[in-house]
């Protein structure tokens, strides 16, 4: 669970990412995210996909404000079966704790604020 964020990261209990979070049902991990949304692609987001269930969607913080990702970056996900729903990092950090209260199998990528 996201527990609050700090500065332009985010606060995971005592641990804080200030360049980006990657989040699975398993962990949290620190994430250099890329400079923009723009610059998004699948190899950005490490071994993030690569769970023995596959995740129902990838949850994308874009930032302080909501942005679009690459055709290419959506396109590339949606042939893995795993679909994208993008909004500002501080909705997503919200709709993380909701969603996985729910246990939903998903991941999430939230670049800084």
Do not use: K
């Amino acid at each position: 669970m996201v527990t609050g964020f700090s500065g332009r990261g985010f606060r995971v209990r005592d641990d804080v990412f200030p360049r980006g979070l990657l989040l699975s049902p398993l962990r949290a991990l620190a994430w250099d995210a890329p400079d923009s949304v723009a610059a998004l692609d699948v190899a950005s987001l490490g071994d993030l996909l690569e769970l023995e269930v596959r995740p129902e969607f990838l949850l994308l913080g874009t930032g302080a404000g909501m942005r679009q990702p690459p055709r290419a970056f959506v396109r590339a996900l949606d042939a893995l079966d795993i679909g994208v729903e993008s909004m500002d990092s501080r909705a997503a950090a919200r709709a993380w704790g909701v969603l996985r209260a729910e246990e939903r199998w998903i991941v999430a990528a939230l670049m800084p604020l």
